[in-house]
């Protein structure tokens, strides 16, 4: 029952070797030196103060077959109590430390990986859905806490290791080499069990971002569900997909249940051959009772580290898978890069594309500019080749053309939301590409086709490119985008909360809102990527003067996608196929009798009395027919 | 398996065939969680589970106790059972990590099936919650609680739940056989350590309470951020601000830094720790005076079983620290699911409700609206007529409430005041399932799932791919799906970028012809510049009117001029409605829509409209 919903990897995956992904993860906590030092010496005491416990308990035992010196033997325990106090203290400073280190350490971790996914250009979120990125950035850093944890505590239990060993060592040479032969054989399995385990691992981590993205997906077409009545349909698909990561997960667990009990094994005939050799030195007077003792306390010592490796292997192992997806994320080179980092006094707003090339690439090349020509050329749908255009500073170029024309993806380029691969754009001579990005951004003003508010109050929403505007240029903004009588209709006027993508507004009003937004940014470069969903006759005219305005003193671009908007501009242009096909301003156009008086005649052929009249019988028609 | 009794006490959309735990929901998040965990064979698992860790605890303690006697014969020079002791902690050594293994199993099993039913009982809630609900809900706080806390659950099971019968019987076997093996005084230290360590535990776990709870309340709260700004990432890049939506991901992140450093200095001063170092040397100690007192059975061998035996201690009180902390952890979680799950639903299923087939007269009485949780109405006092098969065009300024209105008509929202009726019959007297099934909605916003146009023309309704074909023709979608790479077989991205705005209307018009309801919403609100488009539009949503019930709202004169009703709407009110040729006499609003569009003279309008 795969429902086409893989487990397959995305393709930013790579592949770590082990000891890259821990340099890479021991880079982070290099960080914080204090704290790790503190970490350090308070975890070597503890280690100490552990391994020193069993070894006075000893001397007591051997003391108690001796001499039996009742004051020696207090003095013994009195030192055990003290011992145990300060190990506690240790641990203390060691636990707080500890927490502050990884808590910062993945805070860090969260920083960089948000920060590298921000980075990224448009093709990138085209491809990876939302709901796949954030389980890597928010759950995967988790996985990576819990993992940095255990770690810690185990390093531990590893000092305790090797302490106990020295003294092993002084004690019975045969016993101590029987324990350390035992080692091997943990290694292999855990070694063995390691590959396995990590591939589990992954499965398991994408099926459930799988089910992350499902669920994201569903809670947000819920009222198409809804109103189709299909949250059975939704229902099934999902229990196909949650049962999916019950048995990727189930079968992860069932792998690294078998390395505890296997190593387990181990441990039981290690404490068998320490009975048996112990019992026969014992019988044979070389051993003591206090050491024996020691030995078996010893074996559990031992033991302690390797089991807990051993059955923290999961999460060990998830924590470096973990780590192995953020990495990935954080290694992805952005394909948008800037070759220099120019900052303008003032951007004037001359444009120019110069022989442009451009195919929205459709695989992981696109993830490498650099790597562009080594890749076997293979056949793409070019959206430009060989495209010129000059836009003069202050001119407002009107773009119309089909569906599919490129008509947006000159925006989207000029926006620098996608990297081209031939040809330059410059703007007042200088290529875009050698621009500081957010110098440029910050003059540019985009309204995109689909308005995208906010979960947040209307005020800041249009603040939110200029946060420090106060109210009455929010309010002058408003003003501009066609009035703002309709904010009085909401609950908390301008201090409403508009609702996740500004659900509470209506589309119209999104459009509004947005509007508003750009117009107080004050761009030197406006594009407008008219949105296909028209709003009512009223409020249309409000925005035609609006953009009127707005348009005047900066270069503009504007997408057409009602020619309504474009007989005030400059000069149109017509767009086919990511080629000008015609040129000219709205009169000499018509003048042409070519593609754009066609479209602008069959547009107003709708928009005409006569057609509405005529749309009659074309409704009743085929409202009545057959 | 059990049968399901439907939920009673609260509202539901849609419920599965089966919700064994709908009553359990209300009465809090432990009692839940236990329901669960002893929910169907469940319970077989958690049983065999238990016994199979106590049988575990009792061969280690009955190791340490067989050592012990072995050591004191070899002390004494009595090699003869050398071998049978061998062999015995062979046995034992070898056999329980077998038990364990077994063990394990199960409690991975169960572990992932809690996991897998909780989240599928929190996924058909939400299916089940009303719209007015889901409006009010962050996406990303959702899928929170949906993966990351339905985890939790998992976490309990394993390690959690084994951890603590572990320590339960690691606590109270050793306690046992030294109660059974040794002088009477030794539960002295042991007896003393657990009274204290119940009490410190309990306290620890009542700390942890609240910074559990910050924990998973501040995750959400990351994830809704990260979700919303990676979903506006056009317009966070297009403002060039990615510096202030980082730093509102990190403010929320490092929340979350500050409540699991909380929850690590709680951890760290975690006292059972030092009791049970304390207990173990006390016990050391009290077992040498008796040595010294001369008491027979303290030989030396006993004593380094007897602090074997008290070593076990250790490890509950060990593990005490971490496992509280996931089952806090999951608590909290459990009461982040309930939370949304207990969050009453204004709109039932109605499952006795009618299901006859609807004709298609609508009539809205009186209607006032206004959405959950503002005191706004939206719609005030609404009230109109129209016979089945009419079309109704809406129009009005943009924020009217024409999108709202019609969502009254299929239940998205109820109503507030008065009635909505179709064929006279109020619409809360229906089967919601019925009632929805026969109502279609063409969104304003078209919006597709990320799987194919097949799939996406077949979801209201599944068809066949001919069906799908024919109905996309009719939707003049046909057309420019059959020129995609794999046709109706390509995959709509996740925003459904592919497709544009006129296009995605149109495949939404082919699943609305799918499903072929009586009663037609259409929330059209697409300019298309080309002809070629606006025509094609044009005729599908002709198309579509055909023989239903239809609502319009959309700014298209000629769909307007020649609908059977039109409601002029301005700012939640009915100015005016009725016919084109009555309302272009009597409605100064309904004219300015034509004199703005055509920059005309009101006089001259109405000569060139033929009205005098």
Do not use: C
Not at chain 2, 230 to 255: C, D, P, R, T, W
């Amino acid at each position: 029952m795969g429902f086409g919903l893989g487990l397959g990897s995305e393709e930013y995956d790579r592949i770590y070797r082990d000891r890259d992904l821990v340099r890479r993860i021991v880079s982070y906590f290099v960080d914080h030196k204090l704290q790790m030092s503190v970490v350090i010496i308070f975890l070597t005491l503890t280690s100490f103060v552990n391994s020193l416990s069993p070894l006075l308990s000893r001397e007591a035992i051997n003391e108690l077959e001796s001499t039996r010196d009742w004051s020696y033997l207090l003095l013994l325990i009195l030192l055990t109590f003290t011992l145990n106090g300060f190990g506690w203290i240790f641990n203390y400073f060691r636990q707080r430390n500890s927490s502050l280190v990884i808590g910062d350490v993945v805070l860090k971790l969260r920083q960089d990986v948000n920060a590298a996914v921000l980075n990224h250009d448009l093709s990138f979120y085209d491809k990876y859905p939302t709901g796949k990125i954030v389980s890597r950035i928010n759950t995967d850093s988790q996985d990576f806490g819990q993992t940095a944890e255990l770690s810690m505590q185990l390093i531990s239990s590893f000092l305790i290791v090797f302490v106990v060993l020295g003294v092993l060592l002084t004690i019975n040479i045969p016993l101590t080499i029987t324990v350390l032969g035992m080692v091997p054989f943990i290694f292999i399995i855990a070694l063995a069990f390691r590959k396995v385990a990590r591939k589990r691992t992954l499965e398991g981590q994408r099926a459930l971002a799988t089910v992350n993205s499902f669920v994201q997906e569903t809670v947000s077409g819920i009222s198409i569900a809804k109103t189709f009545r299909q949250e059975q349909k939704l229902y099934n698909k999902f229990n196909g997909v949650n049962e999916q990561s019950y048995r990727a997960n189930l079968r992860r667990a069932y792998v690294f249940n078998f390395v505890f009990p296997a190593l387990s094994i181990v441990q039981g005939i290690a404490l068998v051959l320490i009975m048996w050799i112990g019992g026969e030195g014992a019988l044979g007077g070389q051993l003591k009772a206090g050491d024996f003792y020691l030995f078996l306390q010893s074996l559990w010592l031992f033991f302690f580290p390797l089991l807990s490796i051993a059955s923290f292997w999961p999460s060990f192992q998830a924590g470096l898978a973990a780590s192995e997806r953020i990495f990935a994320l954080v290694d992805t080179p952005p394909t948008v890069l800037q070759d220099e980092d120019l900052v303008l006094e003032k951007i004037r707003g001359k444009i120019e594309f110069m022989n442009l090339g451009f195919s929205y690439v459709v695989s992981a090349d696109v993830l490498d500019r650099g790597k562009q020509d080594i890749l076997p050329e293979i056949a793409r749908a070019k959206v430009f080749s060989n495209f010129s255009l000059k836009i003069n500073s202050g001119e407002s170029l009107a773009i119309v053309g089909h569906t599919g024309a490129g008509k947006s993806s000159l925006a989207k380029l000029l926006a620098r939301f996608y990297e081209f691969q031939d040809g330059d754009i410059t703007i007042d001579g200088i290529s875009i590409r050698n621009f500081n990005l957010k110098f440029y951004r910050k003059h540019i003003g985009i309204i995109p086709q689909t308005p995208f508010l906010w979960a947040d109050t209307l005020e800041n929403n249009i603040k939110y490119s200029k946060p420090s505007a106060t109210k009455e240029e929010v309010l002058w903004a408003l003003e501009q985008a066609g009035g703002a009588d309709w904010v009085d209709d909401l609950p908390n006027g301008l201090e409403t909360n508009i609702r996740e993508r500004g659900t509470l507004l209506s589309m119209g009003q999104r459009q509004l809102v947005v509007f508003a937004r750009t117009l107080l940014e004050n761009p030197s470069i406006l594009i407008l990527d008219e949105a296909t969903a028209s709003v009512d006759p009223f409020t249309e005219t409000r925005i035609q003067e609006a953009l009127e305005k707005t348009i005047k003193g900066r270069t503009s671009i504007i997408i057409a996608h009602r020619l309504w908007t474009v007989r005030h501009v400059d000069r149109i242009i017509v767009l086919d196929h990511g080629k000008i096909v015609e040129e000219g301003n709205h009169d000499e156009l018509i003048q042409l009798k070519g593609h754009y008086a066609k479209l602008y005649d069959t547009y107003f052929r709708h928009q005409s009395l006569e057609y509405i009249e005529k749309a009659k019988e074309f409704v009743t028609t085929v409202k009545e027919g057959n | 398996m059990a049968t399901g009794t439907r939920v009673q006490n609260h509202k539901m959309e849609f419920t599965a065939k089966e919700d064994p735990f709908g009553d359990i929901r209300s009465k809090g998040a432990k009692r839940w969680i236990i329901a669960h965990i002893f929910h169907g064979t469940n319970k077989f698992f958690v049983l065999i589970i238990f016994f199979g860790t106590i049988l575990t605890s009792i061969l280690n303690s009955a190791l340490m106790v067989i050592i012990g006697v072995a050591i004191d014969e070899f002390m004494a020079g009595m090699g003869d059972r050398l071998f049978q002791y061998v062999v015995v902690i062979f046995i034992i050594g070898v056999g329980s990590p077998f038990l364990n293994l077994v063990n394990n199993l199960l409690r991975e099993t169960l572990a992932q099936r809690m996991e897998r039913d909780t989240r599928q009982e929190f996924y058909t809630n939400l299916l089940g919650k009303s719209q007015s609900f889901h409006d009010q809900q962050k996406i990303g706080d959702i899928m929170a609680r949906t993966t990351n806390d339905v985890r939790m659950l998992n976490f309990l099971i394993s390690p959690a739940l084994s951890l603590i019968f572990e320590s339960f019987s690691a606590l109270v076997i050793p306690i046992l056989f030294i109660f059974l093996f040794y002088p009477t005084e030794l539960l002295l230290a042991p007896l003393v350590f657990t009274v204290l360590f119940v009490i410190t535990l309990r306290s620890y776990i009542r700390k942890l309470g609240p910074v559990a709870a910050r924990l998973r309340g501040e995750f959400g709260q990351m994830n809704a951020i990260l979700n919303e700004t990676l979903s506006g990432i056009e317009v966070v890049k297009g403002s060039s601000n990615e510096e202030y939506e980082s730093k509102k991901y990190l403010k929320n992140a490092q929340l979350f830094r500050n409540a699991f450093v909380e929850q690590g200095y709680i951890m760290a001063r975690y006292l059972p720790l030092l009791l049970i170092a304390f207990a173990v040397t006390f016990g050391l100690g009290h077992a040498i005076f008796l040595n010294l007192q001369g008491v027979p059975s303290m030989e030396i061998g006993q004593i380094i079983a007897y602090v074997g035996l008290l070593g076990n201690l250790r490890f509950p009180t060990f593990i005490s620290i971490w496992v509280f902390s996931i089952v806090r952890l999951a608590i909290s979680g459990s009461e982040r699911l309930l939370e949304v799950m207990n969050t009453e639903s204004d709109i039932d299923e109605n499952i006795q409700g009618r299901t006859a087939e609807i004709v298609g007269g609508i009539s809205f009485r009186n209607v006032t609206f206004s959405y959950p949780g503002s005191s706004q109405p939206v719609l005030h006092n609404i009230g109109f007529e129209v016979q089945p098969g009419q079309t109704v065009a809406i129009v009005g300024t943009t924020g009217a409430g024409k999108t709202t209105l019609t969502k009254l008509i299929s239940r998205l929202y109820d109503v507030i005041e008065g009635q909505v009726l179709i064929d006279g019959v109020d619409v809360k007297d229906y089967h919601l399932e019925s009632l929805r099934s026969q109502i279609s909605y063409i969104e304003q916003d078209v919006f597709l799932f990320s799987s194919s146009v097949f799939e996406n023309i077949s979801f209201g309704k599944t068809g066949s791919i001919d069906q799908v074909i024919k109905v996309a023709k009719e939707a003049q979608a046909h057309d420019f799906i059959s020129k995609f790479p794999k046709g109706y077989y390509t995959e709509v991205g996740e925003r459904g970028v592919q497709l544009s705005g006129g296009e995605r209307q149109r495949v939404a018009i082919a699943r609305a012809f799918l499903a072929d309801p009586k009663i037609l919403i259409l929330d059209d609100s697409t300019s298309a510049i080309d002809s070629e488009t606006e025509d094609k539009i044009q005729y599908a949503i002709s198309n579509i009117l055909k023989g239903r019930t239809t609502f319009l709202i959309t700014h298209r004169l000629s769909q307007i001029r020649w609908a059977d009703l039109i409601l002029v709407m301005k700012r939640g009110t009915i100015i005016a409605q009725g016919t084109h040729e009555e309302l272009i006499k009597t409605s100064e609003e309904y004219r300015k829509i034509f004199v703005k569009r055509f920059d005309l003279r009101e006089e001259q309008l109405l000569k060139e409209m033929g009205v005098t």
